[in-house]
């Protein structure tokens, strides 16, 4: 592989402590070593982008904001401690660094506490300290381990966004950006650069979302053009179900663009949803591999769904949603109903997940994240007020599972084999859609009953088993 182009990411396991970050040292200097060129994206160490949220939350809903000075504490130890066990020689330039991180912090969470309020801007910029303070860490563990290294903060790398703040979106300006940025860069050193953020055009800094430096590192190795897209995390690949869920859940050699696409969609943790785009666009193969077994060959993501005879390859299921029923013989032969329902809901920007209509047309049931369950129900409240629809029900005490392979795409029976061997689980199932892709099936059933449908359709499927079925 000499002479090649990587992007590596580095999730939060992965970059946690002192081990973990000597690992990911081993690994980009192994790759460096063997003549290739290498940019390196972080996450926040395990668990910090989580603090953030919940302390944020805490002291602009509170009175009291004690809780402020021991936060910092805890993360100047933290991320110390990294530096004194595997950088020590790095520790007066790095220390500065990390003192202006904390105070800048401090000085945010004081005035957030101050006016009693957390804008989604100033949300957005506090859960990027955590990314700020690891890159860092990590950057000086390279060079401690004899790797040119600089650090880079989504922006100063190209990364452009919508100002969507809490999900922003990468514009197409990032790519002559990145590159302008991080080209001239490689041939001397390991930019590592901030994952999970951009900024507006205007400078102003957004956040991609949760997990979202899965999507920098997509952004970034597209515009760097990069040969390979690694994402390192702490499971040997993309597998055929969460293994925390399916124990016996098997790694995958390969899986497309779209099925992935398909199973972050509906809730597989492994990849943030939009991570596949930018990466797909350029045709860049992406591997996903376990730092913690780098000999493992991980599993490639490609364009092509190198049909094996498996129709199914992974289920994934998604227990935040909210089931919106909406109901009236009114909507019978009317034209314009769906437009309607559909326009009420882009309004106030709620995102239909799946979508099914009764084919007598009086009854269409969307699948929302919960969160916006109310939001939906007083967006589509109108509609019945205005007499277009009877009644509008939502229901949060449900899941929604998707079954995804590329094989089933004029795979006859597949449908049948899923919902027959729930039926003889006894597990209802309310709601079935069938993604426009054909690579995905997908169904809604009782809360309760998630995790036991994908049990069942693992084992219908067999995807424990290395042969095929
Ligand atoms: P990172 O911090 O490296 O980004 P994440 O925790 O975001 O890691 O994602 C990796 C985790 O995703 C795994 O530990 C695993 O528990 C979970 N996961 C869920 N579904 C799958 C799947 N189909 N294949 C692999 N891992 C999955
Ligand atoms: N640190 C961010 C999160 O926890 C982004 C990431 O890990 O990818 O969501
Ligand atoms: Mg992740």
């Not at 939060?12 to 002192?18: F, I, K, L, M, R």
């Not at 979302?209 to 995390?233: F, K, N, P, V």
Request: glycine share 8%; hydrophobic share 40%.
């Amino acid at each position: 592989m000499a002479g090649m182009r990587f992007l590596m990411k580095f999730g939060g396991t992965s970059v946690a402590d002192a081990g973990s970050i000597s690992r990911v040292t081993d690994i980009v200097r192994s790759c460096r070593e063997s003549g290739n060129e290498v940019a390196v994206v972080v996450s926040a160490q395990r668990g910090v982008t989580d603090q953030l949220i919940s302390l944020a939350a805490e002291i602009a809903g509170s009175s009291d904001d004690r809780a402020i000075e021991p936060f910092i504490t805890s993360l100047r130890v933290r991320h110390m401690k990294v530096l004194e066990e595997a950088a020590r020689d790095q520790i007066r330039n790095a220390k500065p660094a990390i003192e202006s991180l904390l105070k800048n912090l401090e000085n945010i969470f004081s005035a957030v506490h101050n006016l009693r309020e957390v804008t989604p801007r100033s949300q957005d910029y506090i859960i990027t300290f955590g990314e700020r303070l690891n890159a860092v860490v990590v950057s000086a563990v390279f060079r401690q381990n004899g790797i040119p290294s600089s650090v880079l903060d989504g922006c100063e790398a190209g990364i452009l966004t919508t100002s969507q703040h809490g999900e922003a979106m990468a514009l197409p300006e990032s790519e002559s950006k990145i590159q302008e940025r991080i080209l001239p860069l490689l041939p001397c050193e390991v930019p590592v650069i901030m994952g999970f953020m951009g900024c507006t055009k205007e400078g102003i800094v957004t956040t991609l979302g949760r997990s979202g430096s899965d999507y920098s590192a997509s952004i970034i190795g597209a515009g760097i053009d990069a040969d390979e897209i690694w994402i390192w995390t702490d499971v040997d690949g993309i597998m055929t179900s969460d293994p925390r869920l399916i124990d016996d859940a098997r790694v995958l050699d390969s899986v497309s663009y779209l099925e992935v696409m398909e199973l972050s969609y509906f809730g597989a943790k492994v990849m943030h949803p939009r991570s596949i785009e930018p990466a797909m666009k350029k045709n860049i193969l992406v591997r996903v591999k376990n730092t913690f077994n780098p000999g493992h060959p991980g599993t490639c993501i490609v364009r092509d769904e190198r049909h094996d005879s498996r129709v199914v390859k992974a289920i994934t299921y998604i227990e935040n949603v909210a089931a919106i029923n909406i109901n009236g013989a009114q909507m019978i032969g009317r034209p314009g109903v769906a437009k309607s329902i559909f326009s009420a809901l882009a309004e106030d920007e709620i995102n239909v997940m799946m979508i099914s209509q009764g084919s007598s047309e009086a009854n269409i049931s969307l699948i929302i994240e919960e969160n916006q369950a109310a939001m939906a129900k007083e967006a589509l409240t109108p509609l019945v007020n205005q007499g277009i629809v009877r009644e509008v029900t939502i229901d949060c005490k449900v899941c929604a599972v998707a079954v995804v392979g590329a094989g089933m795409a004029g795979a006859r029976g597949t449908g049948g084999r899923i919902f027959t061997a729930l039926g003889r689980a006894g597990i209802n199932v309310r709601m079935i859609s069938q993604g426009s892709s054909e690579v995905n099936i997908s169904f809604v059933v009782g809360q309760p009953d998630g995790p036991r449908a994908v049990r069942v359709i693992h084992d219908e499927f067999r995807l424990s088993e290395e042969c095929d079925d």
